[in-house]
């Protein structure tokens, strides 16, 4: 399989006069760190709930894993992990419990928390309460609950957005070992240049609904 991600000639609107996706193109190969980059309201994060399948392509335009998704969901979230919105933790309740919540909700061994603590460089805390881990702990917490499960593919929007520059850091350290290490694809959107050009291999630049740019 070339691409992980595979969207050709997507237009989308919630009615046909106000189209916000004009015959979108983009490639995500596997393997690649993408930067889909772009201002507020370009379209990104309307693109990335097409590419999950929480809005309907009806037309058969994007294609994740060689299938499109209007086939493949929900079967296909299996390998997908995604932070689309900021999760909504359980502050009373440990870093560790709040990841054991979600793998018996996901039906998932809650073995593999231990090492998703250590990729995330969160071992150390695994026993303090939520309330007490600063933005940047919660951010890559929140990245530990996409890979409960070992997807192959990350989907992140904006996951640096409020942080301080240390917590760039964190989370832009982290994304590059999971895809190093652990060969995971990861399809990121931002509207910082600067921060996503430290980490990225290929990069797509959408402006009002249109790609201006895709390359390595």
């Not at 190969?29 to 772009?38: M, R, V």
């Not at 097409?50 to 058969?60: T, V």
């Not at 460089?121 to 409960?148: D, P, T, V």
């Amino acid at each position: 399989m070339k691409n992980i991600i595979e969207v050709k000639n997507l237009n989308f609107g919630f009615d046909n006069k106000n189209l916000i996706l004009k015959n979108l193109n983009l490639s995500v190969p596997k393997g690649a760190i993408y930067g889909f980059l772009g201002a507020n309201g370009a379209g990104k994060s309307t693109t990335i709930r097409l590419i999950m399948g929480l809005l309907n392509d009806d037309l058969g335009a994007v294609k994740v894993f060689n299938k499109n998704v209007s086939e493949t969901y929900p079967q296909a979230l299996q390998h997908i992990g995604s932070l689309i919105d900021y999760p909504a933790f359980y502050d009373h309740l440990s870093g560790y419990d709040n990841l054991k919540i979600v793998c018996t909700i996901k039906k998932i061994n809650d073995e593999m928390i231990n090492e998703i603590l250590e990729t995330v460089g969160l071992s150390h805390a695994k026993n303090i309460k939520m309330k007490k881990y600063s933005l940047g702990m919660k951010q890559r917490l929140a990245i530990g609950l996409a890979l409960i499960g070992n997807p192959d593919l990350l989907v992140l929007d904006e996951p640096v957005n409020g942080l301080d520059p240390n917590g760039m850091l964190e989370v832009r350290e982290l994304l590059i070992k999971l895809n190093k290490e652990k060969g995971v694809t990861i399809f990121i959107s931002s509207h910082l240049l600067s921060e996503v050009e430290k980490m990225v291999t290929h990069l797509g630049i959408i402006s009002q609904g249109k790609m201006m740019f895709e390359g390595s």
